[in-house]
């Protein structure tokens, strides 16, 4: 993964509550073992019509070319359903660096999180005032100050993370490469114990 320490980014704003994982990334396309191409996919049943490439919706908001940038900002209860590291996958793969809603599933959460994409939770009145900004607004996430700020009012919230997964994050570490990181202070207790 890459180290994800700041994000300065226009936002998507998907103004629905209550979004599932097989909305996210529906089953049928769960056929992959790799992370790549999951992106082409994502919310795939909303932007297509009869799954048509071809025949985009105009009123679902990422094939509205005033939106763009690396934060998607949902509704409510975002990755509720199934557990489906996919979801995550695919949010990555369309290049969001992190999901802003005011509730998570745990699950999603939890897969986003070794993913490399940051839930940020925030308060219902601060998602509020992020709805309500125009498409030019831009927001700025702190990894390691654990905060969100709307650039043009300076409002401001701090998100909790998980000490690891922020560790993580900040150094574009999986599960793997944090062991890997500790190897000296590893080493250094085995060597202690056997002493």
């Known amino acids: 993964m890459k180290p994800l320490q700041k994000i300065h980014s226009r936002f998507v704003p998907l103004a629905m509550e209550n979004v599932d994982t097989d909305q996210i990334i529906p089953a049928r396309f769960l056929k992959a073992t790799t992370r790549d191409g999951f992106g082409k996919n994502l919310f795939r049943d909303w932007r297509y019509i009869n799954n048509d490439e071809s025949q985009p919706k105009a009123e679902f908001v990422l094939n509205q070319p005033q939106y763009s940038g690396e934060i998607l900002v949902a509704g409510k209860n975002f990755g509720c359903g199934s557990s489906r590291e996919h979801a995550a996958w695919a949010l990555q793969d369309y290049g969001f660096k992190a999901v802003v809603s005011s509730f998570f599933a745990d699950i999603f959460k939890n897969n986003a999180l070794n993913n490399g994409v940051l839930p940020v939770k925030v308060s219902d009145a601060f998602l509020s005032e992020l709805f309500a900004l125009g498409n030019e607004a831009t927001v700025s996430i702190d990894v390691a100050a654990q905060t969100i700020t709307i650039d ?15 560790t993580c994050l900040l150094n574009g570490y999986d599960d793997i490469d944090y062991l890997i990181s500790n190897k000296a202070q590893i080493e250094a207790f085995e060597a202690q114990l056997q002493s």
Do not use: R
């Open 152 to 166: 043009a009012t300076g409002a401001q919230e701090i998100f909790d993370i998980n000490t690891y997964k922020k």
